[in-house]
C-alpha cells in the first residue's frame, strides 16, 4: 500500500527555472493539499482540492499553480522558482479535510 | 488568518519522564489533531479528535479536546528515545473546511 508518493525527493533548481512536483496517492482521496514547512513556521497550506476539477487557493499561494485532473494526482508547479521558495513540500491526502495523510516530501532548494 | 499557538516550541527531557504540550486556538475547533514528525519524514497521525471533552490514548500518548473547544493536550508518558522528532497539533474550525496547523514542539530525550 503506497499512500501518498511525491516525486522527487530533492531538486536544486536555478532562480527563474520551472518546475513540477508530482504526488500521487492510490488511496480513492477526495481531498489533497500541498504544504510548506520552514524552520519556525510550521505547516502552512499553498493550495488544496476537493476532488478532480476542483482547486482553492490556501494562506501561501502565490508563485504556485496546481491542477487536479484525476482523483490521484495533484501535481504542484513552480512557475519561476525564486529563493524564498526554499524549502520543505509535504503532500497531504484524507476522505474529508480532517485526517490528512502525508508524503515523505520534497526537499527543494533555490540558488 | 487563524491562529494557534503550539507550546512548548521545545522541549529537553530525559528518559522515563513525562511530557505534556498544548495548543490553543483563538476560535473554536471541531476538530483536533496531533501529530508527531520524524526527521527526513512526513507528519504521521497519532491520535485524532472529535468531541469536546474527549479523551484518547495511544499506547504511551494520551490527547484531550478541550472542554472549550479551544485547546488540547498532548502528554506522553514513560518517554524513550524513539519519541524524538517534532510535534504538531492541527485543528480545524466550523467555520473552515481546511486544516491549521501549529508550529511544532521538538522533543528531544537523553538517555
Known amino acids: 500500500n503506497a499512500g501518498v508518493t511525491q516525486t522527487p525527493k530533492f531538486q536544486v533548481l536555478k532562480t527563474g527555472q520551472s518546475m513540477t512536483l508530482q504526488c500521487a496517492q492510490d488511496m480513492n482521496h477526495e481531498y489533497m493539499s500541498w504544504y510548506r514547512q520552514d524552520p519556525g513556521m510550521g505547516l502552512r497550506l499553498i493550495h488544496y482540492s476537493v476532488g478532480a476539477g476542483i482547486t482553492d487557493q490556501g494562506e501561501v499561494p502565490n508563485g504556485y499553480n496546481v491542477s487536479r485532473s484525476t482523483t490521484e494526482d495533484f501535481p504542484l508547479r513552480l512557475l519561476s522558482a525564486a529563493p524564498s521558495q526554499t524549502s520543505v513540500y509535504f503532500c497531504a491526502s484524507s476522505y474529508g479535510a480532517g485526517e490528512l495523510f502525508f508524503g515523505e516530501g520534497s526537499r527543494l532548494t533555490v540558488l | 488568518g487563524q491562529q494557534l499557538n503550539q507550546s512548548p516550541q521545545s522541549m529537553f527531557i530525559q528518559e522515563g519522564e513525562d511530557v505534556s504540550m498544548n495548543c490553543t486556538s483563538s476560535?473554536?475547533?471541531?476538530?483536533w489533531l496531533w501529530y508527531k514528525q520524524d526527521p527526513g519524514e512526513g507528519p504521521v497521525l497519532l491520535i485524532a479528535?472529535?468531541?469536546?471533552?474527549e479523551l484518547t490514548s495511544n499506547g504511551r500518548l494520551t490527547a484531550q479536546f478541550g472542554i472549550t473547544r479551544k485547546d488540547s493536550f498532548l502528554n506522553i508518558s514513560a518517554s524513550i528515545p524513539s519519541d524524538v522528532g517534532i510535534y504538531f497539533c492541527?485543528?480545524?474550525?466550523?467555520?473552515?473546511?481546511?486544516?491549521?496547523f501549529g508550529t511544532g514542539t521538538r522533543l528531544q530525550v537523553t538517555l
Open positions: 492541527a485543528g480545524r474550525p466550523y467555520t473552515a473546511s481546511k486544516l491549521t
Open positions: 476560535s473554536i475547533f471541531n476538530t
Open positions: 479528535l472529535y468531541k469536546a471533552g
